[in-house]
């Protein structure tokens, strides 16, 4: 069969950096091929580099010959000309890669004006098919909306509506779910199912996620250093794996459809409560209710996960806990102090025993300073000695595997691994009691992630540290938390232990969230059936009425007449299952019983 595009000996260099070292692919019409490997391994350079998009001091050798054309080395223009009518890439950052002052309408309409020729009428109507293609409701109305009008997902979509407009022979996306929620990712996904069956294009999917890859490619290749070291179908290479390396990604995978979580420590009666968080609000100017009433608590020695798309509240409760202070409404207490009450030196002396670890250790750490020093930091500032503090920095430094050569360096020398590892020896330097962690490992490859999250389960067995995640990645979740608490819209919809969530959810919400998390296996992955979760969460400024989920709650049809009219008019509140959970639904025994009847036909 004639290759699509057919890449031959490339190579890429940055000075005397070889990012790209030789790399051969194929791609026949229509097909799918998933390229996979960490950062720096060089495919992201690969992509740029057919497309033609690498910065002019990049050296590039080799061939690439996208049908019968010859690539390298065409001028600019002739290969504006191929650019999104041949070859069309969808970028990882939508936001990015639109331009903020014109209308995402315009900004589609000029790639359809330029390849087609059409008249403004076509091109508009063109436009319209393409957004309504792709899932934006009211796509009329939607072209004339801007880039910061839609949501992170919506300009995924519309990003991939743009690449398909002139249907490609080549579309390459380059890490097309990166930082999106797992319902928008499966909306995402499902978005270029649909895009390779309606051009019949052949589709590079560029990323780190072998989940994604195991649900839509039918070849992968696995990347490192700049070379392609494995090469087979989806199912040789997650069953059969030939390369350490393969196998080291593989195994570093976090899934949710493992047979057992890991050993948990029970939560009981007579461990004392570090965190108590009791009908907690935080609204907004403009009526946004960010937090609306949520309850919770962390035991001595637990780990609780706050869960849910990104707007359900997760990180605004984390700062409301972190502030210490007198809450909008509501109560937290912590190490049974009620946070209203503390005096200034009161608050300063409970924050020994509450830390936090970042997000984004780049944007934590103040590049200005070495990482011992940063890791002296809070011990200066809470009265130590120099020579007590230094003693205490190297102790830090190997309990997070962090080598004493490395204390001298500034956090950009250091590896994303190695700059969490800091953030974290930071956040234990006071020996703290109750540690926050906010998406601690969402920016870190997935070998890296695997080896923070095992370093932060190993420090608190030793440590006897209670911690409370905030975390969108249920798969992650799965290997850190003995309960967790799932949040939409500001509202605690149901909270387990993380084996009843996990093995049998039981509001709407939950199940969607799990469904939509890919599993790191073809065969598991292609046989799933599920119904991407509809839209966006509606706006916190303007939650629906009675139940928050309704409008987008897959199992809401399913109700009879009256139970669906009992959904619309009365908020539900959280109630006692019999196994002990709380579930903020009216119908949760209903929707259990007609789910069970539908899926048996």
């Known amino acids: 069969m004639t290759a699509a595009l057919e890449v031959r000996g490339l190579r890429i260099g940055f000075g005397d950096v070889a990012a790209v070292r030789g790399v051969d692919l194929r791609l026949t019409r229509g097909e799918v091929v998933g390229l996979v490997g960490e950062s720096g391994s060089g495919k992201s350079a690969t992509a740029l580099g057919v497309m033609g998009l690498l910065p002019p001091s990049a050296t590039v050798t080799g061939s690439v010959r996208l049908g019968g054309t010859e690539l390298l080395g065409l001028a600019d223009r002739e290969l504006a000309r191929i650019r999104g009518k041949d070859l069309a890439m969808v970028f990882q950052d939508p936001q990015s890669a639109f331009t903020p ?19 403004r009428s076509a091109v508009r109507a063109r436009v319209v098919e393409l957004l309504d293609l792709v899932g934006i409701p009211d796509p009329a109305l939607a072209a004339r909306a801007f880039p910061h009008e839609f949501s992170g997902g919506m300009r995924q979509r519309a990003m991939i509506a743009m690449a398909m407009a002139n249907k490609p022979s080549v579309l390459i996306a380059d890490e097309p779910t990166t930082a999106l929620d797992v319902t928008v990712q499966a909306q995402v996904l499902a978005v270029l199912r649909e895009a390779r069956a309606a051009t019949g294009a052949a589709l590079l ?18 990347m490192n250093e700049g070379r392609i070291v494995e090469d087979g179908t989806a199912e040789e290479i997650f069953e059969r794996p030939r390369t350490p390396y393969t196998v080291r990604l593989l195994q570093a995978t976090p899934r949710i459809d493992t047979a057992a979580p890991r050993p948990r420590r029970p939560v009981t009666a007579g461990r004392g409560r570090v965190l108590q968080v009791e009908g907690l609000v935080r609204h907004y100017r403009g009526g946004a209710r960010a937090v609306d009433g949520v309850d919770f608590d962390v035991h001595e020695g637990e780990t609780l996960a706050l869960v849910g798309e990104s707007g359900c509240g997760k990180t605004t409760t984390l700062l409301e806990i972190m502030a210490l202070h007198r809450p909008q409404r509501g109560r937290i207490s912590v190490f049974g102090r009620d946070t209203a009450a503390l005096g200034r030196s009161q608050r300063r002396a409970l924050r020994r025993d509450l830390q936090i670890v970042f997000q984004d250790p780049v944007a934590a750490l103040d590049p200005r300073m070495p990482v011992g020093e940063l890791i002296a930091e809070p011990l200066w500032a809470h009265g130590a000695a120099r020579g007590d503090a230094a003693m205490r920095v190297r102790e830090l430094a190997g309990l997070v595997g962090l080598g004493d050569d490395l204390l001298g360096r500034y956090p950009q020398a250091l590896s994303g691994g190695q700059r969490q590892r800091v953030g974290i020896a930071r956040a234990l330097a006071l020996r703290p009691r109750l540690v926050v962690l906010d998406e601690p490992v969402s920016a870190l490859d997935v070998a890296v992630q695997a080896e923070v999250l095992e370093l932060l389960a190993d420090l608190r067995r030793r440590l006897e540290l209670a911690y409370l995640v905030v975390a969108h990645d249920l798969a992650v979740v799965r290997m850190l938390a003995d309960r967790v608490a799932v949040m939409y819209l500001g509202r605690i919809v149901e909270l387990g232990t993380a084996e009843q969530i996990y093995r049998l959810p039981r509001h709407p919400y939950t199940k969607a969230l799990l469904a939509a998390v890919p599993v790191p296996d073809p065969r598991i992955e292609r046989a799933r059936v599920r119904t991407p979760l509809a839209g966006d969460p509606p706006s916190p400024a303007a939650p629906p009425p009675g139940c928050r989920f309704h409008p987008r709650c897959p199992a809401y049809r399913l109700l009879d007449e009256a139970r669906r009219l009992h959904c619309t008019a009365v908020d539900p509140r959280p109630r006692d299952l019999p196994d002990g959970r709380l579930v903020a639904c009216h119908h949760t025994e209903q929707l259990d019983a007609v789910e069970q009847m539908a899926r048996n036909g």
């Open 101 to 119: 002052v014109y209308s995402i309408g315009a900004q589609i309409a000029e790639t359809v004006r330029i390849h087609q020729g059409l008249r």
């Open 205 to 222: 999917l560029v990323t780190h996620d072998l989940g994604v890859v195991a649900g839509l490619a039918d070849r992968v290749l696995v």
